[in-house]
Structures are given as structure tokens and as C-alpha cells.
T-cell receptor, first 113, second 113 residues
Framework: DQQVKQNSPSLSVQEGRISILNCDYT??????FLWYKKYPAEGPTFLIS?????DKNEDGRFTVFLNKSAKHLSLHIVPSQPGDSAVYFC????????????FGTGTRLTVIP | DVKVTQSSRYLVKRTGEKVFLECVQD?????MFWYRQDPGLGLRLIYF???????EKGDIPEGYSVSREKKERFSLILESASTNQTSMYLC????????????FGQGTRLTVV
């Protein structure tokens, strides 16, 4: 049973506009959330994270929002650039878990020049 | 610069062969993971290890085994390769602190013919 879900397999955005990638989770024990970016034929690279004690974390053009009551998080990229085109994975972990990261199925972002 | 290194970028093996995928990390991390990535399915956990000689099954362990004889090295073994094991295999390592990211290797694209 998928505990972390990314319901949009793909997203296309114009260069310079905002990209919003969404992620939902079912396990209320999750307390740390991460976003990874993956280019073809490469391993995922860490992008940004957020602890459950926060509702927002910002790093340059990337902002992650967490809504614990809705079990929902989102990644905002502003402004979007063509180099942001990649697959984005949402991941979650919990203190009670064995340091596992549970991943969503990914969203392919295409930024159109 | 932290590093997770997978022994091969691309492999082609025949059905029935025993296949070894090697992963080495230089961060002294206790936790190491093997995932496979398939289109539409995201990253699925095959096995993980939280210490030398310790291992736990992930979501899809069937047809795989692992070995961790040294802290820095985690091997994935396909006992008898089958065509449905054609996939991208990703190794990751992570420290014990909950608020840390996992670091991934560059991936091994395995094709079983």
C-alpha cells in the first residue's frame, strides 16, 4: 500500500512561471519530508526538506509547504527554469521507522522555454 | 564531497545468470538501501541494512539477496536474473539522525535478456 502518493505523473510549465508539485501521505507517524530531483540515467539528488514542526521551508527558488492536518505537502519552484525539467520525488520518514525513506511515484516536470 | 558509488552504470546479463551489484559509500553511514526505479512505480525498496551483517526486507525482496560484510559496502545479488528484473537500480546511504537526507549513487541500468 502506497504511503506516499504523487497523483500527477506529469506537469508542464512555462519558463518563468511557478511550478507546484503535490504530494499526499497516509501515515500520520511521518515527521520528516524530503524532495528529490532526478535526471535520466542519474541517481536522485536531494533538493529540500521539512520537519513536521514547521509548515514552510525555503531555499532559493524552492519552497516546501507542509499541511499536517491534510497530510499534504507541496514543492513550489519560482521562477521555473528549463534546467528544472526532471522527475521530482517526494519522500517521508518517521522516528519509529528504521530510517527508511518512503517514496512517491514521482512527477515529471517539463519547463517549456 | 560525499559519495555513494555504484560499480557499474550499465549492465547486460542473460536470464539465469547470478548478478552482483556493488555499492560503496564514504560517509560512514550506518544505513544503506537498495531501490529499483520503474516507470510509474517510483522508487521501491528492495532491501536495507542498518549495520554490518544486518539486513531487512523491503517491499519487493523476492528474487534478490544482499550482503553487508563491511560498513561502507552493500551488495545486491540477483540469484537467477529474470527479464522482469530489468530496471534502474539505485543504492543509497543515510545517517542515523532522523533529519538527514539519503545520498544516492548514480544508478545501474540493468538489462536482462
Amino acid at each position: 500500500d502506497q504511503q506516499v502518493k504523487q497523483n500527477s505523473p506529469s506537469l508542464s510549465v512555462q519558463e518563468g512561471r511557478i511550478s507546484i508539485l503535490n504530494c499526499d501521505y497516509t501515515n500520520s507517524m511521518f515527521d520528516y519530508f524530503l524532495w528529490y530531483k532526478k535526471y535520466p540515467a542519474e541517481g536522485p539528488t536531494f533538493l529540500i526538506s521539512i520537519s513536521s514542526i514547521k509548515d514552510k521551508n525555503e531555499d532559493g527558488r524552492f519552497t516546501v509547504f507542509l499541511n499536517k492536518s491534510a497530510k499534504h505537502l507541496s514543492l513550489h519552484i519560482v521562477p521555473s527554469q528549463p534546467g528544472d525539467s526532471a522527475v521530482y520525488f517526494c519522500a517521508a520518514s518517521s522516528l519509529t521507522g528504521a530510517n527508511n525513506l518512503f517514496f512517491g511515484t514521482g512527477t515529471r516536470l517539463t519547463v517549456i522555454p | 564531497d560525499v559519495k555513494v558509488t555504484q560499480s557499474s552504470r550499465y549492465l547486460v546479463k542473460r536470464t539465469g545468470e547470478k548478478v552482483f551489484l556493488e555499492c560503496v559509500q564514504d560517509m560512514d553511514h550506518e544505513n544503506m538501501f537498495w531501490y529499483r526505479q520503474d516507470p510509474g512505480l517510483g522508487l521501491r525498496l528492495i532491501y536495507f541494512s542498518y549495520d554490518v551483517k544486518m539486513k531487512e526486507k523491503g517491499d519487493i525482496p523476492e528474487g534478490y539477496s544482499v550482503s553487508r560484510e563491511k560498513k561502507e559496502r552493500f551488495s545486491l545479488i540477483l540469484e537467477s536474473a529474470s527479464t522482469n528484473q530489468t530496471s534502474m537500480y539505485l543504492c543509497a546511504s543515510r545517517g542515523t539522525a532522523i533529519s538527514t537526507e539519503a545520498f544516492f549513487g548514480q544508478g545501474t541500468r540493468l538489462t536482462v535478456v
